[in-house]
């Protein structure tokens, strides 16, 4: 079983930055991927950033430039660094972690850019 705990969100201007946090805890290795998903209101849950076991990374164009994603394999820990944000990056953002057989979620936080 897998516990992950998302920390960061929070409200902010427009342009401004945040710095989302996922510990993992439970059955974890370093071969398993992680990512970052939102989701706004009326809306499908969506991939913002992925980062596979062996680092590679990957975002939508709409988050391209803005967020970064990174791990520390040695915390169980995944970050997102969010940059020049704006209104409709607005929503709840969860943290996935996945191997060839399993997902799992966390609870999500809520992030806010609004002037």
């Known amino acids: 079983q897998v516990l992950l705990v998302e920390s960061g969100g929070g409200l902010v201007q427009p342009g401004g930055s945040l710095r989302l946090s996922c510990a993992a805890s439970?059955?974890?290795?370093?071969?398993?991927?992680m990512g970052w998903y939102r989701q706004a209101p009326g809306k499908g849950r969506g991939s913002v950033a992925i980062?596979?076991?062996?680092?590679?990374?990957n975002y939508p164009d709409s988050v391209k430039g803005r967020f970064t994603i990174s791990r520390d394999n040695a915390k169980n820990t995944v970050y997102l660094q969010m940059n020049d944000l704006k209104p409709e990056d607005t929503a709840v953002y969860y943290c996935?972690?996945?191997?060839?057989?399993?997902?799992?979620w966390g609870q999500g936080t809520q992030v806010t850019v609004s002037s």
């Open positions: 980062i596979t076991s062996g680092g590679y990374t």
């Open positions: 996935r972690l996945w191997t060839m057989t399993t997902s799992y």
């Open positions: 439970g059955s974890i290795f370093s071969s398993d991927n």
